[in-house]
């Protein structure tokens, strides 16, 4: 039986899920949140579904250890490749980033409108949002675009440097002129550029940052299933397999969290 006291389970290919984080602390203020970030394997964007799948199978069955109520996969490469994998093992309901962040952009794009999807190689490859904009049914034209350089060059703490905008209009700006309404962050980094995205895309296109959708959608399930934590002032916990230091130090950095002491889990 799950109950209300269990914490969520929420799990990144590193850090970049940590955006997601901050947005379920936001919706969830009296949640007990249990973060996994596989800081030893990343990034998951260049590897191969097999990889990905094992990786967060692994990762998974951790923090069902753990008695979790609730899984949030925090990573689009992850939710594209492995969401089916894990809901298959899982005795919890299990969210993925996807069909929140499509859900948003078809709020920003009206029929017949264009979308355009950022991500990882895999996450493009994968071309897990085409397929859930297409069962949507909501009559967009999609187009997918890899933009590697810019997990990197989050992690380096650039987003504010020139060399940030260089790189985004390298990736970019051949869509400026082709009527996009909206663009989906469609990996937990890109939000940390999202200014650099939306000057280089022009006032026309909506940016949307899925994290905010992935939260309100955990709050509903949890809602609609009697299991929300009514408490004050929920605990965070954070574990990653490899360097916790860097991770401290960028968490803090990057996105203001104070992560406190960081545990080792190493597979
Ligand atoms: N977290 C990954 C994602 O959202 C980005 C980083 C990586 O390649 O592992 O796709």
Redesign the pocket.
């Given at each position: 039986m799950l109950n209300k006291k269990r914490p969520i389970g929420i799990f990144?290919?590193?850090l970049?899920?940590l955006t997601v984080f901050k947005a379920l602390r936001r919706q969830l203020p009296g949640e007990d949140i249990i973060y996994f970030g596989d800081t030893a394997r990343?990034?998951?964007?260049?590897k191969s579904p097999e990889a990905v799948i094992a990786f967060s199978e692994e990762i998974a069955a951790f923090l069902f250890k753990k008695k979790i109520k609730l899984l949030v996969v925090a990573?689009?490469?992850?939710s594209s490749l492995a969401l089916d994998e894990v809901r298959r093992i899982s005795p919890v309901p299990v969210l993925g980033?996807i069909l929140p962040g499509v859900e948003a952009a078809l709020k920003a794009a009206p029929r017949g409108g264009r979308i355009l999807v950022t991500?990882?190689s895999?996450?493009v490859k994968s071309r897990a949002y085409s397929r859930a904009l297409a069962a949507a049914g909501a009559g967009v034209r999609v187009t997918e675009k890899a933009c590697p350089l810019f997990?990197p060059l989050v992690e380096e703490g650039w987003c504010g440097k020139p060399v940030a905008l260089t790189v985004a209009r390298e990736y970019l700006s051949p869509f400026r002129k082709k009527n996009i309404d909206a663009l989906i962050l469609?990996?937990?980094?890109y939000p940390m550029l999202k200014s650099v995205i939306a000057r280089v895309m022009g006032p026309r296109t909506c940016i949307v940052d899925s994290a905010h959708y992935a939260a309100l959608g955990a709050r509903a399930e949890l809602e609609g299933r009697g299991l929300l934590n009514p408490g004050r002032r929920g605990r965070s916990e954070f574990i990653v397999s490899d360097a916790p230091e860097r991770f401290s130090a960028l968490a803090g950095r990057l996105l203001g969290i104070k992560t406190g002491k960081v545990a080792i889990k190493r597979f």
């Open positions: 990144d290919s590193g970049g899920g990343v990034p998951y964007g260049t990573c689009n490469t992850a980033v991500g990882t895999a996450t997990v469609g990996c937990t980094h």
